[in-house]
């Protein structure tokens, strides 16, 4: 047995090394190079001029009134302007403040990671001072900051303002 799985292997080297080696043999033995014929010379004529399309049928189409309908020097009417709501004096948003020192804390996840800055919220007022909504006018750039002081607002429940449907309330939080 080994005998013949020798002979047949060495056979097999034998036939995958001449298959191999043709084409290796064939690049070194000199061809005679056939004669490339001329390149065609390449002859390019413009075509004729082509007509305008017709008149009646144009390319782009007017879709604007014609001048003639347009009233001369009549506009329309100016878009009834919206009031800003009225905002809070600042002698309420300092009371509001004082109010909101007994509610803020500083979060200890801030404190630990060293995180200061200053939220300024929005806070949308009721006719009697409540406190409707809250929303972030400037982010302080730290969530946990703003999510501490966006939770002592609604806290407040009510707010002394004159009127007032917004207050912008400003909340630093340092460390000392």
């Known amino acids: 047995m080994p005998l ?3 002979i047949a292997c060495s056979l097999s080297v034998i036939l995958h090394a001449a298959l191999l080696f043709s084409g290796a043999w064939s690049g070194l033995i000199p061809t005679a190079n056939p004669v490339a014929a001329p390149p065609a010379t390449l002859v390019a004529r413009l075509a ?3 007509t305008k399309p017709p008149a009646a049928d144009p390319l782009l189409k007017n879709t604007l009134a014609p001048e003639s ?18 905002r809070a004096p600042p002698r ?3 009371a509001a403040q004082r109010k909101l020192a007994d509610y803020i804390y500083y979060p200890p996840a801030a404190v630990a990671r060293g995180l200061e800055g200053e ?3 929005l806070l949308e007022l009721d006719d009697d001072g409540t406190i409707r909504e ?4 400037a982010s302080s750039g730290h969530p946990l900051l703003d999510q ?9 429940g009510r707010v002394a303002s004159s009127s007032a449907r917004q207050m912008i309330l400003p909340v630093s939080f340092r460390l000392e």
């Open 4 to 6: 013949r799985l020798l």
């Open 48 to 50: 004729a001029a082509t």
């Open 69 to 86: 309908t347009r009233p001369v020097g009549q506009f329309p009417p100016p878009p009834a302007v919206k009031r800003a709501p009225s």
């Open 92 to 94: 309420a948003v300092a």
């Open 119 to 121: 939220v300024r919220l």
């Open 134 to 137: 809250v929303g972030i006018a």
């Open 148 to 156: 501490a002081a966006v939770n002592a607002a609604f806290r407040l």
